[in-house]
């Protein structure tokens, strides 16, 4: 008879689970129901303590071929490039290779420090937090003119060079520390820092101190700058109505270099966070902190470094991209929640949705 019970007792919370799947899958094709325009939506729940590693798409990978979109397919996760980037800048501090609070003069390559002087920028003045929190004051070259001239020549091979000229030419310097502006101009500049301290080139100098080997991440890379994993999938096309844009006419160039340009799954975003805030990759518990730590009053800013940190009736650590990309962390439930929407107009109506009300189930079920 004990035995019996313990078995029950055993069965329940996986019963329990699988009902909650079930309604998740609900929900998602119930909004795609109401939104077809969005062409696909794919997302993962990555909730370990609860045993859930849970993937699901619905919607097509190519409007043109009508191509059912498989859950495993990789997508361009723009920036949300930047919470690697700044976990990766946070290791060096970690290894004692920088500090946070160290201004970027020395930091950057000659060619860069030239270009920002010549600009009138005081690099003593700006610091790697600065850049991390987007309060460098520095302007960034993402605007109106700037997709106008991705659109006129969407094949052009962009270099962080260009970009950074975009920035000299945008207008006169900020104050530094006093206000967030978002900008890739910042993340451009850490994945530098990044190069400068590890003599290697960012992509690959990332891999090493994101741990990719030791903790399994195999699908994700930098797209056109690392080779395409060979177990992989094909990209979904990811989509823009303003310029009428599909992400496979654009050369990825134009959002590359740190601020952008990773490919990676549902599933490996979910699970970089997850690692990312167990503790996996930056083992300095003070550190990790520091990454989910307001720099500017909350009430002007509520990006730390790297991340965004809300307060969704629960604590929330997120990061969105361009392309319709959203990743959600959330301490209290122990658990990571992945939204792609492949026509990213739809974002704003679909991911936030998802997001929220899937960690607020996982809260529920976890008490």
């Not at 609860?50 to 798409?57: E, H």
């Not at 056109?224 to 654009?250: C, F, G, I, R, V």
């Amino acid at each position: 008879m004990k035995k019996w019970v313990s078995l029950v007792s055993a069965l329940f919370p996986i019963i329990g689970m699988a009902q909650l799947q079930s309604v998740f899958q609900h929900k998602i094709d119930s909004l795609y129901a109401k939104h077809k325009d969005a062409v696909g939506i794919m997302v993962h729940v990555e909730s370990p303590k609860q045993g859930v590693s849970w993937s699901y798409a619905t919607g097509v990978s190519d409007i043109k071929t009508g191509t059912a979109l498989k859950r495993e397919q990789p997508v361009l996760i723009a920036s949300n490039t930047k919470p690697y980037v700044a976990a990766a800048t946070l290791r060096l501090v970690e290894e004692g290779k920088i500090s946070l609070d160290q201004p970027i003069e020395k930091l950057l390559s000659k060619q860069t420090r030239q270009m920002f002087e010549k600009a009138s920028y005081d690099l003593n003045k700006i610091t790697v937090r600065h850049l991390l929190s987007h309060t460098s004051g520095i302007q960034d070259y993402v605007n109106d003119a700037y997709f106008e001239l991705v659109n006129e020549k969407p094949k052009h091979i962009w270099t962080k060079e260009e970009q950074i000229k975009r920035s000299m030419q945008m207008g006169e310097p900020q104050k530094v520390g006093e206000k967030f502006s978002y900008g890739d101009i910042n993340y451009l500049l850490l994945a530098e820092i990044i190069e400068q301290k590890t003599n290697k080139v960012f992509y690959l100098a990332m891999r090493d101190l994101l741990k990719y080997k030791e903790l399994g991440l195999t699908e994700t890379w930098f797209i056109n700058l690392e080779e395409y994993p060979k177990q992989s999938m094909t990209l979904a096309h990811q989509y823009a109505n303003k310029y009428n844009w599909d992400s496979y006419d654009l050369d990825p160039s134009w959002d590359l270099y740190g601020g952008g340009g990773i490919a990676s799954t549902t599933k490996e975003s979910a699970l970089f966070f997850q690692y990312l805030f167990e503790g996996k990759i930056i083992k300095d518990k003070k550190l990790l902190q520091e990454m989910t730590t307001y720099v500017i009053p909350a009430d002007q800013s509520k990006y730390c470094l790297g991340v965004f940190h809300f307060d969704l009736g629960f604590n929330a650590y997120y990061h969105g991209g361009w392309w319709g990309t959203d990743v959600i962390y959330s301490p209290e439930a122990d658990a990571t929640v992945t939204v792609f929407t492949l026509q990213k107009d739809f974002q704003h109506i679909i991911n936030p949705y998802i997001g929220k009300e899937f960690l607020s189930l996982l809260l529920k079920e976890k008490k």
